[in-house]
């Protein structure tokens, strides 16, 4: 349900979007997803899809989804390196600590960790 919920906030933010600017059609959304975000890019499309289906303005939209590696930078000798995710159930609710391969000092991510609108095509 992971993947429903987040489809359900894009087409809110979209089409309240696409309303404000008097759009008569969406005709493409451009999403980008982390890595870290433990976002199934198919179940995404699939629910956003699904949701789409209920809603004329989006008749026939077109879903580009990307995905995006997850970076982390070290906070005490600024190393940045891309993580190898391996899929934990845990860190859906608490993201794991990372620690820098060369100093050890803690590190915080600066990709990767997000799910986001990269771009919305209309018509009006
Ligand atoms: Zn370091």
């Known amino acids: 349900m992971h993947e429903f919920s987040i489809a359900s906030q894009i087409i809110d933010i979209v089409l309240s979007e ?3 600017r008097y759009a008569k059609k ?5 999403i980008r997803i982390g890595r ?12 956003l899809e ?10 026939g939209v077109a879903f580009t989804i990307s995905e995006e590696e997850a970076e ?4 005490e000798c600024s190393y940045r ?9 845990l860190y859906h609710y608490s993201p794991p600590i990372v620690r820098c391969p060369r100093c050890n ?7 990767g960790r997000d799910c986001i609108i990269e771009g919305v095509r209309i018509e009006v």
């Open 18 to 20: 696409a309303k404000r």
């Open 26 to 30: 969406i005709l493409e959304i451009r």
């Open 36 to 47: 870290f975000s433990f976002v199934n890019p198919d179940q995404l499309r699939f629910s």
């Open 50 to 59: 699904a949701i789409a289906s209920m809603e004329p303005l989006l008749d």
């Open 72 to 75: 982390a930078e070290c906070m």
């Open 81 to 89: 390196w891309i993580i190898e995710c391996e899929d934990n159930p």
């Open 105 to 111: 000092g803690v590190s915080k991510f600066i990709k």
